[in-house]
């Protein structure tokens, strides 16, 4: 089992900056993808970026282009999402993903964060 630590979340003004953290730790496991989701109150968790251990970054649908990014550390099994230009509509609850192999196996396997509160006062 891999569990996952975030931080960084908090109240942000519209307009600034937040950055959150993750990490993994266990034993055995080898990373395959990294991501962080949110999820807002009343609304389905939704993807906000993923990236993969080749480097590879993919953006959810309602994330706007260059306001979010992520980036990793895989050998520290970490990744980061840096949040600018926040608006109301970030106020959500961000989690981080990871989906892994188990040493001496082959299927994938996913773990969740708790979760970490972001708030952005109008």
């Known amino acids: 089992q891999v569990r996952l630590v975030e931080s960084g979340g908090g109240l942000a003004q519209a307009g600034g900056s937040l950055t959150l953290s993750c990490v993994a730790s266990?034993?055995?496991?080898?990373?395959?993808?990294l991501a962080w989701y949110r999820q807002a109150p009343g609304k389905e968790r939704e993807l906000v970026a993923m990236?993969?251990?080749?480097?590879?970054?993919?953006y959810g649908r309602s994330v706007p282009e260059g306001r979010f990014t992520i980036s990793s550390d895989f050998s520290k099994n970490s990744v980061t999402l840096q949040m600018k230009n926040l608006g109301s509509e970030d106020t959500a609850v961000y989690y981080c993903n990871a989906r892994y192999i188990m040493r001496g196996t082959t299927r994938q396997l996913g773990s969740w964060g708790q979760g970490t509160q972001v708030t952005v006062a109008s």
């Open positions: 990236i993969g251990k080749a480097g590879t970054t993919s």
């Open positions: 266990g034993s055995g496991f080898s990373l395959d993808t």
